[in-house]
C-alpha cells in the first residue's frame, strides 16, 4: 500500500499563487512513483514592520486585529487565509500550510504602538485571519507574549481560536476578564471525528474544542461558540447538536459563517470533495451556488457572511430556534476601553489610585 505524501495535510495540490508567471501542472509519465517524501513544516522568523491590521468591514464585529503568523498548520481545506499566500510568491494550497511566517517582534511591535502619545484603545482581536495558537505556537509562544503586553497595559483583547492550546493561557485571560478586558471565541465545526479528521488535518479534535470552551468559561472567560463554517451537505445537519455541545459545556453566545470560497479556495476545496466525499460532491455544489447567486462565491459585505437564497434561510432560521431555546442568543459583549494605563517601566507617571489596585 502506497503510503499517501499528503497524509496529514488538507490540500490536495500546490497550485501556484495567482501572481507567478508560471502555472505548474501534475503530469503523468508513466514511470512508478520514486521514494515518496514526507511534507515537513518550514517556519521563517520576520520582522514586521508594524503590527495592528485595521478594517472597515461591517459584517465583521472587530475593526482592529493581530494576526502574528501567516500560513496556519491546521490545514483547514476552506480557510478564506490560503489566498494570501499569493502575495509573497506562495501557493495558497500546500505552501499555505507548510510555509509558514511567524512575526518574531510582535510584542516589541505592540508596546510601541501602545506607547505612542496618539493610540486610542480599542479591543484588538487576535486571530481572525490564521490561528493564533496553530501548532507552532508551542515553540514560539508569539500569542502568549501579546497577551502579556495586553495585561501590562489593560488593554481590551478578543481571540477566536480551533485549538486547545488556548487553555495554557488561562493564567493571563482569566485575570483580563475579572477586569471585563478579555473573551474569547472557540471554533466547533464538526463533532464527527472523521470530517475533522479530513476538513481540519491539524486541529484539535471536535471534544478538546469543547473542553477548551468549558475550561475558558470555569475560568471567567465569557465565550462564544463559532459553528464555521457550515458546509452544506457535509456538517450542516450538526448545526443543533454542536450548539447543545458547546451550551453545555457552558458558551456564552453562539455565531456561525457559511462556507466561503474566494479566489484559489475553490478549485482546492473541490479536489478536496472529490477525494474524501465524490458521492456528494455535486450536491455540496450545488447547494453552495444555491446559496451564492448561481456562483461559487459572492464576496458583497451583506451576503458573503451568510449567502441568500431558501437554503441560506433555512440555515438561519434553524440556527435562530436552536440559540433561543439553548440561550446562546445573547448580544455581542462590549469589553472595557477605559482601564488602558501606561505602565510605570514604560516612562509615565503611575496613575496613584492604579498603584493600589
Keep these: 500500500m502506497t503510503r ?3 497524509h496529514g495535510r488538507g490540500a490536495r495540490s500546490n497550485a501556484g499563487g495567482r501572481y507567478e508567471r508560471f502555472a505548474r501542472e501534475a503530469f503523468d509519465d508513466g514511470w512508478a512513483e520514486e521514494e515518496i517524501v514526507r511534507l515537513e513544516t518550514i517556519v521563517t522568523p520576520e520582522l514586521a514592520k508594524s503590527i495592528i491590521s485595521t478594517n472597515r468591514s461591517p459584517d465583521i464585529s472587530f475593526d482592529q486585529s493581530i494576526n502574528p503568523y501567516r500560513g496556519c498548520e491546521h490545514g483547514c481545506v476552506y480557510c478564506y487565509a490560503r489566498p494570501n499566500h499569493a502575495y509573497v510568491g506562495l501557493s495558497p494550497g500546500l505552501d499555505f500550510e507548510t510555509k509558514l511566517f511567524v ?3 510582535a510584542a516589541e511591535l505592540l508596546e510601541r504602538e501602545f506607547a505612542k502619545p496618539s493610540y486610542r484603545p480599542r479591543t484588538i482581536m487576535l ?3 490564521t490561528d493564533i495558537y496553530q501548532p507552532i505556537e508551542r515553540g514560539y509562544g508569539v500569542t502568549r507574549s501579546l497577551l502579556e503586553v495586553m495585561e501590562r497595559w489593560r488593554h481590551p483583547v478578543a481571540l477566536i481560536t480551533k485549538s486547545q492550546l488556548v487553555i ?6 482569566a485575570r483580563l476578564a475579572e477586569r471585563g478586558l478579555a473573551k474569547a471565541a472557540v471554533s466547533v465545526t464538526t463533532l464527527d471525528r472523521r470530517i475533522a479528521r479530513v476538513m481540519e488535518p491539524r486541529a484539535a479534535a471536535p471534544h478538546r474544542r469543547i473542553e477548551a470552551i468549558r475550561a475558558l468559561v470555569q475560568a471567567g472567560v465569557p465565550t462564544t461558540v463559532m459553528v464555521a463554517p457550515i458546509v452544506p451537505a457535509i456538517n450542516d445537519s450538526e448545526i443543533e447538536a454542536i450548539l447543545e455541545e458547546c451550551a453545555k459545556a457552558g458558551a456564552h453566545a453562539a455565531g456561525y459563517v457559511v462556507l466561503r470560497l474566494p479566489r ?4 482546492l476545496f473541490r479536489e478536496w470533495l472529490a477525494q474524501h466525499f465524490p458521492d456528494r460532491a455535486g450536491r455540496v455544489m450545488s447547494l453552495v451556488r444555491e446559496m451564492r447567486g448561481g456562483r461559487d462565491y459572492d464576496p458583497e459585505w451583506s451576503k458573503r457572511q451568510r449567502g441568500e437564497g431558501p437554503y441560506a434561510r433555512l440555515i438561519a432560521d434553524r440556527f435562530a430556534i436552536a440559540c433561543r431555546r439553548l440561550d446562546l442568543d445573547k448580544p455581542r459583549m ?22 493600589n489596585d
Design 334 to 355: 462590549a469589553l472595557d476601553c477605559t482601564q488602558f494605563t501606561r505602565p510605570v517601566d514604560a516612562g509615565a507617571q503611575q496613575d496613584l489610585f492604579a498603584a
Design 168 to 173: 495554557r493561557d488561562l493564567d493571563i485571560l
Design 103 to 105: 512575526k518574531a517582534n
Design 4 to 6: 499517501d505524501p499528503h
Design 127 to 129: 486571530g481572525g485571519v
Design 264 to 267: 484559489e479556495i475553490k478549485d
